[in-house]
Nanobody
Framework: QVQLVESGGGLVQPGGSLRLSCTVSGITFSAAAMDWYRQTPGKQRELVAT???????NYADSVQGRFYISRDNAKNTLYLQMNSLKPEDTAVYLC???????????????WGQGTQVTVSE
């Protein structure tokens, strides 16, 4: 069973920092492409950052230069370091994995439940 469990969210003042973690089980983490998305009520889910199996990272324009995605394959954990946070970064942040299954065709994906990040005075 594939499980993605996010942690590290919370309330932070504008300009502050948070580090989110996503611990993954049930798949070969090192072979999975990983993403962070965020969701706010009434809006479409937004792709925030991606990291490939060779650690190539890409970011949404809105977070470029402030957020940093990384992975620790030994710990099966994905991270999102968020700096210079703004009120508009307030959202539920979700971890997403894209992976293959042994002996099966195609790709599969899985989502975590999300962790709330609130940026406010």
């Amino acid at each position: 069973q594939v499980q993605l469990v996010e942690s590290g969210g919370g309330l932070v003042q504008p300009g502050g920092s948070l580090r989110l973690s996503c611990t993954v089980s049930g798949i070969t983490f090192s072979a999975a492409a990983m993403d962070w998305y965020r969701q706010t009520p009434g809006k479409q889910r937004e792709l925030v950052a991606t990291i490939t199996t060779d650690r190539t990272a890409n970011y949404a324009d809105s977070v470029q230069g402030r957020f940093y995605i990384s992975r620790d394959n030994a710990k099966n954990t994905l991270y999102l370091q968020m700096n210079s946070l703004k009120p508009e970064d307030t959202a539920v942040y979700l971890c997403h994995a894209v992976f293959k299954r042994p002996f099966l065709l195609g790709t599969y994906d899985a989502w975590g439940q999300g962790t709330q990040v609130t940026v406010s005075e």
